[in-house]
């Protein structure tokens, strides 16, 4: 069982940057998959990135390509967003999420992870 806390959202203007932090408890999170997900008012949750089970492959959606990046810490304990350029369509709820061991799937949907937190609130203001 992974355990997965959220921190680092809050209120930030447009063009700013927020880094958000995802820890794991319960076990590491080496060899599993890990990704960002954010989800609007009235909309679905929607993939935003995500790093493959060794780390080595990070993907984006196309709308945070080149001003989001994924990353982990060497202990393979908390995994990061950073987001910067904001947008006001940035704004959402972000929930980090691991998959199983050595999953080789795309990891692009919600489907495709069994541990979610529970969620950080990102605001961002023109």
């Known amino acids: 069982q992974v355990q997965l806390v959220e921190s680092g959202g809050g209120l930030v203007q447009a063009g700013g940057s927020l880094r958000l932090s995802c820890t794991a408890s319960?076990?590491?999170?080496?060899?599993?998959?890990v990704g960002w997900f954010r989800q609007a008012p009235g909309k679905e949750r929607d993939f935003v990135a995500r790093l493959s089970w060794s780390s080595a492959t990070p993907r984006y959606a196309d709308s945070v390509k080149g001003r989001f990046t994924i990353s982990m810490d060497n202990a393979k304990i908390t995994v990061y967003l950073q987001m910067n350029s904001l947008k006001t369509e940035d704004t959402a709820v972000y929930y980090c999420?691991?998959?199983?061991?050595?999953?080789?799937?795309?990891?692009?949907?919600?489907?495709?992870?069994?541990?979610w937190g529970q969620g950080t609130q990102v605001t961002v203001s023109s």
């Open positions: 999420a691991a998959g199983r061991p050595y999953y080789r799937g795309n990891s692009y949907t919600t489907g495709e992870y069994d541990y």
């Open positions: 319960g076990r590491t999170l080496s060899s599993l998959p």
